[in-house]
């Protein structure tokens, strides 16, 4: 039985695999209507959730599977007192295959112990958010049809925010890939980012504090918003809320073939008169979250020989 708790649980071949699935499923959808009959996806959501429970929620409807669970803590026995581990045995018992979101990193890794079927971690506090990962890959390998010779510049709140965390890791592992990296200096990506996942790959990366100065040299730009609920104080968070608005006007010196993605939800740091530019690509990305998690649910009820 396998698990996907972060990107890098997946070799560079199965994330190759998961997208042909994925690309499949795009071109033919009814050959999967009913792949998941009679099987159940629990979707277990300690921490506030839109785009992710519900693309994993109707990912497995349209495989003609059924879907349980709970969409926020206070709802569920957490409140009265019972560890993750206890709550996944239990659930294990009623579904196939579990998809967990948890404010405590490393909570979905604790809950493999305890598990008999496959888990999936849909995001552990500012840690890793691995299927938001394999719908940006998606949208990239559809946008850009390679994961190779890439400048990617990644903006906003590049410390708290897990889907930065992810795609690093995740886009480190191909060919002279450029990460420019766009952030207040208090919002900078970890230093655990750069040691152990940049410097290790080799590939180059630089740190600038506004975007206008590099926005010419783009091939991606993946906006994100300030993580207002991780930080320690309301007036840190206030601080920084309008570091970044993407406008048109700081896009006149773009590339035609850039491609705008950003992980949603979205507060103010892209002007809405950005969504008509057909350089903005993220509503088209929370549609390929649906397909991936898809080729995902399909892959993991396989891979655990529940398929
Ligand atoms: C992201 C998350 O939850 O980390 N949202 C998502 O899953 N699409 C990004 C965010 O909340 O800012």
């Known amino acids: 039985m396998r698990h996907l708790i972060d990107t890098t649980d997946l070799s560079l071949e199965e994330i190759d695999e998961m997208i042909s699935l994925a690309m499949d499923i795009i071109e033919h959808k009814d050959k999967y209507s009913n792949i998941c009959n009679g099987k159940k ?9 839109t785009r992710t429970r519900l693309s994993f929620e109707a990912a497995m409807y349209e495989l003609g599977g059924n879907v349980l669970g709970f969409s926020e803590a206070g709802s569920s026995s957490a409140t009265k007192g019972e560890s993750v581990e206890d709550t996944i045995r239990m659930v294990s018992c009623y579904a196939d295959i579990i998809a967990m979101r ?19 971690n849909a995001g552990d506090g500012g840690h890793a958010h691995p299927t938001q990962t394999l719908t940006d890959l998606l949208t990239i390998y559809r946008e850009k049809g390679t994961f190779d010779n890439l400048t990617v510049g990644l903006c906003g709140d590049l410390k708290f925010g897990r889907t930065v965390h992810s795609l690093i890791k995740a ?19 970890p230093e655990y980012i750069k040691t152990d996942v940049l410097d290790k790959s080799g590939n180059e990366y630089i740190e600038v504090e506004k975007m206008e100065d590099v926005m010419d040299s783009l091939d991606i730009l993946y906006m994100t918003r300030i993580q207002r609920e991780r930080f320690y104080s309301e ?9 970044f608005i993407l406008d048109l006007e700081k896009l006149k010196t773009a590339k ?30 929370a549609l390929n979250g649906k397909y991936i998690r898809m080729a995902l649910i399909i892959t993991l009820l396989k891979w655990g020989g529940i398929l």
């Open 41 to 49: 996806l629990a979707t277990l959501f300690f921490e506030p959730s």
């Open 102 to 120: 948890h404010p405590l990193e490393g909570a979905p890794r604790v809950a493999t112990s305890k598990t008999l079927v496959p888990i999936i």
């Open 171 to 189: 886009m480190c592992r191909y060919k002279n890939v450029k990460f420019v990296l766009i952030s207040p200096k208090e919002l900078a990506v």
């Open 235 to 243: 007036d840190e968070y206030l601080k920084h809320k309008d570091a």
């Open 256 to 285: 035609n073939s850039l491609t705008i993605m950003h992980p949603l939800p979205r507060v103010n740091e892209i002007s809405t008169e950005v969504d008509d530019d057909p350089r903005a690509k993220y509503f088209v990305q």
